[in-house]
T-cell receptor
Framework: KAGVTQTPRYLIKTRGQQVTLSCSPI?????VSWYQQTPGQGLQFLFE???????NKGNFPGRFSGRQFSNSRSEMNVSTLELGDSALYLC????????????FGPGTRLTVL | LAKTTQPISMDSYEGQEVNITCSHN???????ITWYQQFPSQGPRFIIQ???TKVTNEVASLFIPADRKSSTLSLPRVSLSDTAVYYC???????????FGTGTRLQVFP
């Protein structure tokens, strides 16, 4: 069974721009969570979507948003990019909720110049 | 939210058993304990999950004392490929956010 896929794998943007990252969960998985990983802050939870609804949200500003489609694919958007948004963005899917075993994708490496 | 505390790093040699302990003094009744492994440039990978006592799978064992204020991940006979960062997470089964701590960087030497 195919794993979690994320596109693009690498992205370079400049301050002020906006970016959209995509995640395709494992077939049959309905929960998709997003995380930001930086050397200084580690892995931080952004938000979780289940059945096209945001079910949980971490402590990130409103510039970070997401959505989930009926096929469980998810996108996250970051507007008005800042230098500090440079990070590895990881998507994870699980069958029903995050307490289930989560399967992580390879991540999207975002660099903001 | 239960906060976890783990050693920042640990060293071991091939063939040894490695035990990584995680403290979670404020764990709540509905919280489960989960461990993930992460290699550089990859997403974390689920290792094991438990609620109390002992859980064992093909790669690791998880020991949880009766008060559940700590847990110990045990990796039997580590190899060089076990060099990674190991995260302990504590979270509610239904409603809570899973919070990753700083993790423990395990270095296995030949």
């Amino acid at each position: 069974k195919a794993g979690v896929t994320q596109t693009p794998r690498y992205l370079i943007k400049t301050r002020g721009q906006q970016v959209t990252l995509s995640c395709s969960p494992i077939s049959g998985h309905r929960s998709v969570s997003w995380y930001q990983q930086t050397p200084g802050q580690g892995l931080q939870f952004l938000f979780e979507y289940f059945s096209e609804t945001q079910r949980n949200k971490g402590n990130f500003p409103g510039r970070f948003s997401g959505r989930q489609f009926s096929n469980s694919r998810s996108e996250m958007n970051v507007s008005t990019l800042e230098l500090g948004d440079s990070a590895l963005y990881l998507c994870a899917s699980s069958l029903n909720n995050r307490a289930n075993e989560q399967f992580f994708g390879p991540g999207t490496r975002l660099t903001v110049l | 939210l239960a906060k976890t505390t783990q050693p920042i790093s640990m060293d071991s040699y091939e063939g040894q058993e490695v035990n990584i302990t995680c403290s979670h003094n404020n764990i709540a009744t509905n919280d489960y304990i989960t461990w993930y492994q992460q290699f550089p440039s990859q997403g974390p990978r689920f290792i094991i999950q438990g609620y109390k006592t002992k859980v064992t799978n093909e790669v690791a064992s998880l020991f949880i004392p009766a008060d559940r204020k700590s847990s110990t991940l045990s990796l039997p006979r580590v190899s060089l490929s076990d060099t990674a960062v190991y995260y302990c997470l504590v979270g509610d089964w239904n409603t809570d956010k899973l919070i990753f701590g700083t993790g423990t960087r395990l270095q296995v030497f030949p």
